[in-house]
Every structure is written in structure tokens, then in C-alpha cells.
């Protein structure tokens, strides 16, 4: 018989509507109660430092060119001992779509997103941040990591002298 | 018939009480819609004006009120101004006829809590329910918009079809109290309610009273993901808040019949009558509620095709068997 079946769906449906009446809601109430958003949200970008206290970012340009809104712009410098460093730094707000394509792009993991979310503003000119608005003094997720202990060094040291290098083998003594 | 400026007097206070009760229960209607809705959905709701979003109602009646109000070009300007009107004050007139207590004795004078106790009480609610309709329709025609024609045509037909099998399922009411008047109707079950002797009745009539008050199976004149709002889409204001009041005034008022007709008024044991009759009310209420969060909307040709040949001819029949029954106890 159609009709029973279609009167049991119809009930079906009934108890599951009037089940959730008593279930609790999974509303947040915004301002008053706040999500705690995952470690790896992607929202207001950062510029970190190295350990030792110093800028990362070596003004390469390369999230400039991965960004696809194009909200990133910098002017490269060149500081003592020809280390290059961003002369001034800037991040539209206003235009940027927290796609993080820029942090994935960042050779020395200086640019770098955080689960910040609230950057409204009253003012859209207020929503362009500078290269001082966005350093922060601390290393953001890479704690340990410093760019030019892997690279950008010139080679001073004989071979094998190297800080973590081994010394070279002579394969001639190398004979079972 | 004589007029004793007390009965007078009383009568202008019934008519001041049921006024004021309608519109506030039809204001908080909203408000509890939008409550019970939430929770379906595992929402919180309206909880921001007072305390626990108590003061919304007043927070919309604000709101419509001081929208613009808008009237679309080439809109034929008087029936558009009456299709509100037309739409909410027969459901506030139904309630005239409803009684919703037990009389009461005060200065010496019986108070039947009904505002008429009419012998015609439920040929006149047939008469204003479908005086309602031209609400609908007009409003729908006056607007001059495809949509809100179609929304009033398919209004239309509809409340047509179901007036029709509600209509037919209240004839076995009027058979077993052997009257038209309310209060006989209500008095005839003091023993015992008609939705005993009369369960398919009853299911038809709740079926019927969801589609007259264009409730969520049957809201095709509305149909808000088809039809932009149906009939009332070039409202604003409080023009569509009237028409907006009007359907949840028809609810409490279908409601109320729904009691009177099958539940037994306000008859009840132990607490007394207008308890009963406002808590059989509200839970027709919340069924309707409860309804619209659960059911999805039926397809135009589905709901004439259950209109036509499934309640009529079942409301037919339940006449048949009701009269053959009476014949047989005699």
C-alpha cells in the first residue's frame, strides 16, 4: 500500500523535525562568544623574524608575483654585507583574498598567515598595511629557522671546514 | 430584544479583548514561528530585542511601519490598497463566531464568551473565509507583476478547491450537533469530542484549514522559491504586514475552529475553559509550525489532483457513512 508508506515517510520526517527541537543549537553568538579557529587558518598576514631577531624577508618579490589579486607591493634594498631586505613593505587588505598562496611561495617562510580574522575597518585606507604593521618580533610557525645559516653564504672555509660539513673522504683509503 | 447599556457595554469589552488578544498572539505567532523554526534547524533564533528576543514583534511592527510605502507603476491604486484590508479583517471577523470560554456571570448578566452567538455561526465562517480569497486574488491583480498574478491564480484555485472538502468534511460536524450554531456545536460535546466519532473528518479539515491559511504544504500562492512572494511580492510596509498579520490571525482562528469543530471547544476537565481553549489552539499552532519545518512544498498539479479526487470524494463519503450510521441508531 503507497498511501501507508507515504504516511510513515511522512511521520519519519515529523520525529526527526521534532528531535532536533531539543537538540542544542550549533549557533556561536559572535561577538560575545568566539570560535576558536584551527592553528593553520589562513587570515591577517605577518612578517616574522629569524631567531636571532633579524628581518627574513629578502625582498625577492616572489609572493608578490604568486599573489593573484596582486595586494602585495615592496621596494628591495641593499643592506651591509650585500644581504638584500625590503625597503618598504605592503599588504592591500582591502584586496586580499587569504587564498596564502604568498606564504607558500616565500623562500625564507617570512611571509607567513595567522588565524586573526577581525581586521574590519572603518576606513578601507586604514585596511593597507605597512611594512611596520605587519613585522611582528617573534618566528611565527618555523621557530628554529634562519635562512642564512642554509644558504646565501659565501664559501670561506676550505672544503669540509663548513659549519655541519664533514670532512671529504679519500676514496683511495677507502679499500676493504 | 432589549439593550441594557451593561450588555452593551459588555459586548464592546468582548470585541476590545478579542481584538487585542488576536493581534498580540498573532504578533508573537511570528515571533514563536521564528523561535520553533530555529530550533528545527538547530538555530538559536530571534534573541537579541529583550529579553530572549521577546520584543521582536514590536521590533518588526517598527520596522513595517516606517518602511516606504511603495506602490509599482501601472498598479490599479484603489484594489491595491484594499487587497490588505480584504485579507485580514474577515480572519479577524471569523473570530466573532468562535466560542472561547464558558459563560461567565458578571453584574448579574450571563456573558457568553462569544462575541455573536450566531445561528448561521458556521455558514458565516465558510461565507468570510471565502471572502478572504478576494485578498488573494486582488492583490495579486492589482499589482500589475507577472509573479504576484500567478502567486494570486494559484491562490485562487487553491483555497477554492480546499474550501470545497473543508466544507464537505464540517457537514458530519453539523449532522452529529444537529446545529449551526457554535456554542451547540461545542455543547454537543460535552460527553464526547467529534474527532471520536469523526477522525477522517477531522484529517480533512486539518489538510483543508493548512491550505486555506496557505500554510507551508500548500504556501504555492506564496511559493517564495518560485514565485518571489506570490500575491504579496509588490507590498511593502505595512500593507504586506497586514497581509503578513492576516495569515497568522487565519491561523489562530483555523485553529480555534479546528477545536471548536473537533476538540470540544473549551471543554476540558480540570483546568478551566479558556485554558483549554487557548492550549488547544496552540498546539494547532505549533503544529503548523511544526509542519512548515518539516514537509517540502507540493507540485501545483500534485495538490489539485489531492484536492479534487482524493478529500472531496473522501469527505462525500464520510458524509454518506455519518448519515447512514445516524439512520441506523435512528
Known sequence: MTIIKDIYALLTGMWITWKHIFRQPVTIQYPEEKRQPYPRYRARIVLTRDPDGGERCVACQLCSAACPVDCISMQSAEGEGGRRYAEWFRINFARCIFCGLCAEACPTLAIQMTPDFEICKRDIMDLLYEKEDLLIDGCGKSPDYNFYRHTGIGVTQPRGNGAGENRPVDVRSLMP | ?330
Not at chain 2, 188 to 203: K, N, R, T
Not at chain 2, 206 to 215: F, G, Q, T, V
Not at chain 2, 232 to 242: A, C, D, P, V
Request: proline fraction near 5%; include cysteine; hydrophobic fraction near 55%.
Open chain 2, 1 to 330: 430584544m432589549n439593550y441594557d447599556p451593561i450588555d452593551i457595554a459588555l459586548t464592546l469589552g468582548k470585541i476590545a479583548l478579542v481584538f487585542f488578544v488576536i493581534l498580540t498572539m498573532a504578533a508573537y505567532m511570528v515571533f514563536a514561528e521564528r523561535k520553533v523554526l530555529a530550533w528545527v534547524q538547530d538555530r538559536k533564533g530571534p534573541n537579541r530585542v529583550g529579553p530572549f528576543g521577546l520584543l521582536q514583534p514590536l521590533a518588526d511592527l517598527i520596522k513595517l511601519l516606517t518602511k516606504e510605502d511603495f506602490r509599482p507603476i501601472g498598479a490599479d491604486k484603489w484594489l491595491f490598497y484594499l487587497a490588505p484590508a480584504m485579507a485580514a479583517i474577515p480572519a479577524i471577523m471569523i473570530f466573532a463566531v468562535i466560542p472561547f470560554g464558558a459563560p461567565l456571570t458578571l453584574f448579574g448578566h450571563t456573558v457568553t464568551l462569544q462575541v455573536a452567538d450566531l445561528n448561521v455561526g458556521l455558514l458565516l465562517f465558510m461565507a468570510l473565509s471565502s471572502i478572504a480569497v478576494y485578498g488573494v486574488a486582488l492583490g495579486g491583480w492589482a499589482s500589475n507583476s507577472k509573479y504576484a498574478l500567478l502567486g494570486s491564480i494559484r491562490g485562487l484555485a487553491q483555497l477554492i478547491s480546499y474550501e470545497l472538502s473543508m466544507g464537505l468534511a464540517l457537514v458530519p460536524v453539523v449532522m452529529l450537533a444537529r446545529s449551526f450554531r457554535l456554542s451547540d456545536i461545542v455543547n454537543a460535546q460535552s460527553g464526547c469530542w467529534f474527532i471520536v466519532y469523526q477522525p477522517l473528518a477531522f484529517v480533512i479539515f486539518l489538510i483543508s484549514i493548512a491550505a486555506e491559511c496557505k500554510r507551508i504544504p500548500f504556501d504555492l500562492p506564496e511559493a517564495e522559491g518560485e514565485l518571489v512572494a506570490g500575491f504579496h511580492t509588490e507590498y511593502s510596509g505595512m500593507r504586506f504586514g497586514l497581509f503578513f498579520v492576516g495569515e497568522y490571525i487565519n491561523i489562530i482562528v483555523l485553529g480555534g475552529l479546528a477545536a471548536t469543530f473537533f476538540l470540544g471547544g473549551w471543554h476540558g476537565p480540570w483546568l478551566p475553559p479558556f485554558v483549554w481553549f487557548s492550549g488547544k489552539v496552540l498546539a494547532f499552532a505549533f503544529l503548523f509550525i511544526w509542519v512548515r519545518g518539516t514537509l517540502p512544498r507540493l507540485r501545483y498539479d500534485q495538490l489539485m489532483h489531492f484536492g479534487w479526487k482524493i478529500l472531496t470524494p473522501l469527505a462525500l463519503i464520510n458524509i454518506l457513512v455519518t448519515g447512514w450510521w445516524m439512520v441506523l441508531r435512528g
